[in-house]
């Protein structure tokens, strides 16, 4: 079991399928992972689990490799249940969480976006390259720069989650530059499926960070460098200025706006 | 069940050593003095960009590990809630540390009786008024000793 605690998560689950659907029921969605080099321990670790669903998960993981072994299941007390696991932040972690609620707000505008894309007669430019402004500036320069620049500092950027989040990051960045391609060429299907495509992208990134990789690097600072990090975060947003997240949350309001009237027609 | 939880006699002799090793000298984590809210001045260059662990008085008596847990590494202030006075200098104190000693963070350890509730207040009321930001952690130490819970506040 020691060597496949070792192997990657992908590897694995493309072998051993049930692997994946086992991960899925404990909440673990490794399968859709556009890397998936993290290796199952870490994978197993970085989830927090309580140790009597850490042994359960193992033990049908190792059914899923080796059916035919004889493993003993665990002892697993049934009478005890365990509590539901309330999420907290450090400070400096939950302004950043609080930051994915805008960028939330513009993915879930983004089907609505495509939609309207799809039946104009040609693109509207200047939403496109709005909803790409507040990407590239609010998400991108203003919170994902803090994350990279300060937050994933305080771990080992080695790690497979920290690289699988930097690739999120540039896969992302890539959609974008599609997006702006088609709006400039008027090509209203490229404009769609590179919207749709950051958002399907997004929307597990943001999950993933909210409930996995934040939490995971919240246990892991002490008291010094939380406060640390909450003074390098201040000053990072104080170089932008007070006005700029102000500007996108009325970008996202004037949006909202817009298209739920395009709702309601 | 009357009365103050705060003052109420409770006695779990028979329960004290049930756990953990005597061996081997726990040196002491204190590395300034004076160390009373009232006594000690947010200026003193012990506090100066420093993680602060404002203690009741009891959790220090209550909570073994207290030394190499929570005091290691951090400056302090101790205070009781219930019992000392002029406690509005206490509010402008922490005012002080967080805006002229430019402290790191605010570590407040806390019993669980109600009363000391009181100096996590304290701690916030000078956290509000302060004009710098900094992250305020609570500790609620229970009366045996064991930390119930810790937790950013």
Known sequence: ?265 | MSGCPGSKTIDFSEKTNQEGSETGKRPSQLRQWPIQLHLVSPMAPYFQGKDILLAADCTAFAFGEFHKDYLKGKSIAIACPKLDSDQEVYVEKIKALIDDAKINTLSVMIMQVPCCFGLAQIAKDGAEKASRKIPVKQIVVGLEGNILSEEWI
């Not at chain 1, 309330?86 to 969480?97: A, G």
């Not at chain 1, 540039?170 to 391609?181: H, L, N, S, T």
Request: hydrophobic residues 35%; charged residues 30%; proline residues 4%.
């Open chain 1, 1 to 265: 079991m020691q060597k496949v605690l070792n192997r990657e998560i992908k590897e694995l689950i493309t072998a051993y399928p049930e692997v994946g659907r086992v991960l899925e029921e404990y909440g673990i969605g490794c399968a859709p992972c556009s890397v998936g080099s993290c290796l199952l321990k870490d994978v197993v670790g970085i989830h927090n689990l309580d140790p009597q669903k850490e042994a359960t998960l193992m033990y049908r993981i190792e059914k899923a490799i080796y059916p035919d072994r004889k493993i003993s299941e665990p002892v697993v007390d049934m009478t005890k249940k365990a509590a539901p696991k309330l999420i907290t932040y450090s400070p400096p972690v939950k302004k950043l969480v609080d930051e994915h609620v805008l960028i939330k707000r513009l993915l879930a505008l983004i089907p609505s976006i495509a939609e309207f894309t799809e039946s104009s007669l040609k693109v509207d430019k200047n939403l496109i390259l709005g909803c790409v402004d507040f990407i590239r500036t609010y998400a991108d320069k203003y919170h994902h720069m803090k994350e990279e620049d300060i937050l994933f500092k305080y771990v080992d950027e080695k790690a497979e989650i920290i690289q699988v989040m930097y690739k999120d990051h540039d896969i992302g960045r890539g959609y974008v530059r599609q997006a702006v391609e088609g709006a400039e060429k008027n090509n209203k299907t490229q404009v769609k499926e590179n919207l749709l495509a950051y958002r399907d992208l997004l929307t597990q990134h943001i999950k993933k960070e909210d409930e996995i990789l934040y939490p995971w690097i919240d246990r892991q600072l002490s008291t010094t460098q939380v406060g640390e990090m909450f003074r390098k975060c201040n000053e990072a947003d104080a170089s932008v200025g007070d006005e700029l997240p102000k500007k996108y949350e009325r970008f996202i309001v004037g949006l909202e706006e817009k298209f739920l009237q395009e709702v309601t027609k």
